[in-house]
């Protein structure tokens, strides 16, 4: 088993960057893809962002491309998600996942097996 923690969530204005943390804790002998989740009130789930085990690829959703970077530190067992020049439609709960998934499958959270709570994101106009 796997727990997932997220940190690292507010509020912050339009146009302001925040930084959210995944730590992971349990078995972490196995090495995951790691990704970010939000769900925006009133909407369903959708993928951000993910990483693969050993960092050397990203996927980003196109809402956030070039604006978000994850990130992660297999010595720290925690993956980043750095997310800049923020929007009221950034505005959700974002959730930390892990799993072990295929590189094809990175942004289908079907395939992922442990999700953290989420955390609260709020971006003022």
């Known amino acids: 088993q796997v727990q997932p923690k997220e940190s690292g969530g507010g509020l912050v204005q339009a146009g302001g960057s925040l930084m959210l943390s995944c730590a992971a804790s349990?078995?972490?002998?196995?090495?995951?893809?790691m990704a970010w989740f939000r769900r925006a009130p009133g909407k369903d789930r959708e993928f951000v962002a993910a990483i693969t085990s050993s960092g050397s690829a990203t996927v980003y959703a196109d809402s956030v491309k070039g604006r978000f970077t994850i990130s992660r530190d297999n010595n720290e067992n925690t993956a980043y998600l750095q997310m800049d020049s923020l929007n009221p439609e950034d505005t959700a709960v974002y959730y930390c996942?892990?799993?072990?998934?295929?590189?094809?499958?990175?942004?289908?959270?079907?395939?992922?097996?442990?999700w953290g709570k989420g955390i609260q994101v709020n971006v003022s106009s």
């Open positions: 996942t892990a799993g072990v998934v295929n590189t094809i499958h990175l942004s289908e959270g079907f395939f992922y097996n442990y």
């Open positions: 349990g078995r972490t002998t196995i090495v995951y893809a």
